[in-house]
């Protein structure tokens, strides 16, 4: 039995009734977080809430006034209490609810969070490659997670068939915006450069939480464009994810890649969500 938060309540998935009018399933209408479990608690749901929202008022999705912060919070917890999973993955998806075809009936949505026990690690090797035979474009849109990901599926099955671990996305306008489902940071000429907002990716979680850190400990971060000479001239690459935390790529188009800045990152980053359980566990007590 996999419970799951549908709307008002947690239902066995088995009696989810989900039809083929579905406009997630149709047309990609849907928005999603994956956030990292630990401890029992939700892992930076601050900025994951925030990039939730803010990207169902860009898909102009109609928010429930009942939807704030606390909660989604809330619901996670009682997911997890009824599921007994305290360590893994949440997801949260809304979709626009059923009716209508490119143009919905109206803009009212529903809500299902998913948990799992599975848990996202980093690899010692770890490949990376470069993938053209889709540019990502720019524009308001790309910053938010979206069931509309074909372009990521093909940049994937293209890292499988090639033997790689992952590979760069570029933008339309030819400089890199993401990975498969990693944000990308690059050190070249000992300037670490992670590429803005507005070239296309992700508005990645750990990314933001790397530039915080950053900004902590005074480490100079800077925020530019990364062209693809960049990346062939970086001495060190390293990617970002919610549930992975920090993953070091070993090998770019067959370069061997030192680590020496991701393993510090590593360290902060971890200190940062032992620090982050500890204020939530005394705020709401035991992990439920």
Not at 76 to 93: A, D, F, H, P, W
Not at 123 to 141: A, M, Q
Not at 268 to 285: C, H, M, N, P, T
């Amino acid at each position: 039995m996999a419970l799951v938060f549908f709307n008002e309540a947690i239902v066995d998935s088995s009696d989810l009734k989900i039809g083929l009018s579905n406009r997630a399933f149709r047309y990609g209408d849907a928005v999603f977080e994956t956030i990292k479990l630990r401890s029992g608690f939700p892992m930076h749901l601050k900025y994951h809430y925030s990039r939730f929202i803010l990207g169902m008022d860009a898909f102009k999705m109609l928010i429930p006034e009942q939807w704030s912060f606390q909660f989604l919070m809330d619901q996670i917890r009682l997911l997890m209490k009824e599921t007994n999973i305290y360590e893994g993955s949440v997801r949260l998806q809304v979709f626009r609810k059923d009716g209508g075809r490119y143009l919905p009936t109206d803009n009212e949505v529903d809500l299902l969070i998913e948990i799992s026990d599975q848990k996202s690690s980093s690899k010692p090797e770890y490949k990376l490659g470069l993938y053209e035979d889709w540019y990502k474009p720019v524009s308001r849109f790309s910053p938010f997670k979206t069931s509309n990901a074909a372009l990521y599926v093909q940049a994937a099955i293209y890292a499988k068939q090639n033997a790689l671990d992952d590979v760069i996305i570029l933008n339309d306008l030819g400089r890199i915006a993401d990975a498969v489902s990693s944000n990308i940071f690059a050190v070249v000429n000992k300037r670490i450069i992670t590429p803005p907002e507005n070239e296309g990716g992700v508005d990645g979680v750990c990314r933001r939480v790397l530039i915080q850190i950053a900004r902590k400990e005074k480490i100079e971060l800077f925020q530019a464009p990364l062209s693809r000479i960049d990346i062939d001239d970086a001495g060190e690459i390293f990617l970002s994810n919610a549930t992975r935390g920090i993953q070091s790529v070993s090998s770019y188009n067959g370069k061997s890649l030192s680590n020496e800045i991701a393993l510090q990152f590593e360290d902060f980053l971890e200190d940062l969500e032992k620090e982050q359980v500890s204020a939530l566990r005394k705020k709401y007590g035991a992990a439920v």
